[in-house]
């Protein structure tokens, strides 16, 4: 294992540049796992690492050092001092490992039969991981993210996905009306509004796609009326609304308990 202390290396300025900027991670076509977890779910995945990096403190937790023994001997291995370390951290907290990857090649358009999530304007990356996660969790494999979502691939969303990138098939900047034209299934919409009916009121044991807007401006309003239906999930008295991430956990996992239940 080599040991890097200066800034001005050239891995250093690669790690730094790749953690904070998505203009960075889209040029280079690479971007960066934190966490044991994340890389463990990498290796099981069979995904390449380019390099792995471990800080000072890092090295001597067990966990760390079994899954780096556990490593393909060709993968290149570094060690940072902590200070260098949490320079080049995506997150406040250092996980103490990291590893660089090369993003994935765009997930080919094909036509859509299955059920798949739908995000409009999902910003925040903690929403997003969470979601990826919530879809991965309840079965569904496919996500689009349409205009003005965070970068799925991000370190941030990365880490709240916690693995679920590895076994999704995730679309970028996608034009969702287009990708949803002759889908089979319905397009439901969580939104109040004229003909809203309760989640819990809905049969949806067939292909379903899910539309979900952000907090605040929701869907847009292109998107929320090619919704075949709208749909409000029933809550006690006093509360306005869920986040975005427990509202796609609540109506997959409502879809899954039907299908399973058939």
């Not at 001997?73 to 995506?90: G, T």
């Not at 250092?94 to 994935?104: K, N, R, T, V």
């Not at 370190?155 to 916690?162: D, H, S, Y």
């Not at 679309?171 to 287009?178: I, K, T």
Request: some cysteine; hydrophobic content about 45%.
């Amino acid at each position: 294992m080599k040991t890097i202390t200066s800034r001005d290396n050239p891995l250093v300025k690669r790690l730094h540049a790749l953690a904070q900027s998505g203009r960075e991670r889209r040029q280079r076509g690479e971007t960066v796992l934190d966490g044991a977890h994340l890389l463990q779910a990498a290796v099981d995945a069979r995904w390449p690492l380019k390099a792995v990096v471990c800080s000072g403190s890092g090295l001597a937790r067990a966990e760390h050092q079994r899954l780096l023994d556990a490593l393909a001997a060709d993968v290149p291995r570094y060690q940072f001092p902590d200070p260098l370390f949490r320079h080049v951290s995506p997150v406040e907290t250092p996980s103490g490992l990291l590893a660089i990857i090369d993003l994935p090649s765009p997930v080919a358009a094909d036509p859509l039969s299955a059920s798949v999530v739908v995000l409009d304007a999902v910003q925040d990356p903690g929403n997003l991981g969470t979601i990826l996660r919530t879809a991965a969790a309840a079965g569904v494999r496919r996500v689009m993210l349409g205009a003005g979502c965070a970068q799925a691939w991000s370190p941030r969303v990365l880490r709240a996905g916690m693995g679920a990138h590895f076994v999704l098939e995730i679309e970028e900047g996608v034009d969702p009306l287009v990708r949803l034209e002759g889908y089979p299934g319905r397009c439901l919409a969580t939104a109040l509004g004229p003909g809203a009916v309760s989640l819990y009121a809905l049969d949806l044991r067939g292909a379903v796609a899910w539309l979900f807007g952000a907090e605040g401006q929701g869907l847009s309003p292109a998107l929320l009326a090619r919704a075949d239906q709208r749909v409000i999930i029933p809550m006690a008295a006093g509360v306005e609304s869920l986040n975005v991430g427990a509202a796609v956990a609540v109506c997959l996992f409502e879809q899954a308990r039907q299908t399973q239940g058939r």
